[in-house]
């Protein structure tokens, strides 16, 4: 799956040791879509290696490719978003409405001036 908007916070950095003695980090972000009602969501970016490659600062537009996986710890149920890939920037803007530079100019007609012969038969 795929959202596009701007990173509006980076979390602190979290790490530990697995039960099998391997040390691991893990970070998280918030993102805000750019819809007319913005939603956020928060992703985890999960390796060292990872989180300096993608190295991922508040304030960037881009499009994060995520898995989602939820998991049960204690009778309770918990998603994890996790982002697989980052691309620097989002989509091209929609363009605003401008008028085409060679548009020919609108006839401005006026009606009242017309006299009653000119009616149209129907």
Not at 61 to 78: H, K, L, P
Not at 83 to 100: D, L, N
Request: negative net charge.
């Amino acid at each position: 799956m795929e959202i596009t908007g701007k990173i509006i916070a980076v979390l602190p950095e979290r790490g530990g040791i697995s039960k099998t003695g391997n040390e691991w980090k893990m970070q998280e972000y918030v993102l805000e879509t750019h819809e007319q009602y913005p939603r956020k969501m928060c992703f985890n970016v999960f390796g060292a290696d990872k989180i300096s490659q993608f190295n991922i600062q508040a304030g960037e537009e881009m499009t994060v490719s995520f898995d989602i996986n939820a998991r049960e710890y204690q009778g309770r149920w918990y998603n994890d978003i996790r982002a697989w890939r980052v691309e620097r920037g989002g989509p091209a803007p929609a363009p605003e409405y401008a008028p085409a530079v060679n548009a020919p100019a609108a006839n401005n007609v006026d009606f009242s001036a017309q006299s009653e012969a000119d009616d149209l038969p129907f």
